[in-house]
């Protein structure tokens, strides 16, 4: 399990540990918070580094070693 601070995720390096779509290194580039900003946030915008191309998941998912690491590796 990665330990996230939700407050430290924009602009963070992440590592696909199964490259997507040839995609390996990512940024988190926007934070998307829930319509109460006091509910916290509901999801995150991560960029390939290579291709900049985007996707948005679910912050907690970058919590599951099986899939993330965090920093460029």
């Not at 199964?18 to 934070?31: A, D, E, I």
Request: charged share 30%; net charge positive; proline share 4%.
């Amino acid at each position: 399990m990665n330990r996230i601070s939700p407050k430290k995720l924009l602009l963070s390096k992440w590592t696909a540990v199964h490259p997507m779509g040839k995609q390996k290194h990512f940024l988190v580039s926007k934070v998307i918070l829930r319509e109460d900003p006091q509910q916290g946030i509901e999801l995150i915008e991560i960029e390939a580094v290579y291709s900049k191309k985007t996707k948005q998941i679910c912050w907690r998912e970058l919590s599951d070693s099986d899939h993330w690491t965090q920093g460029w590796k």
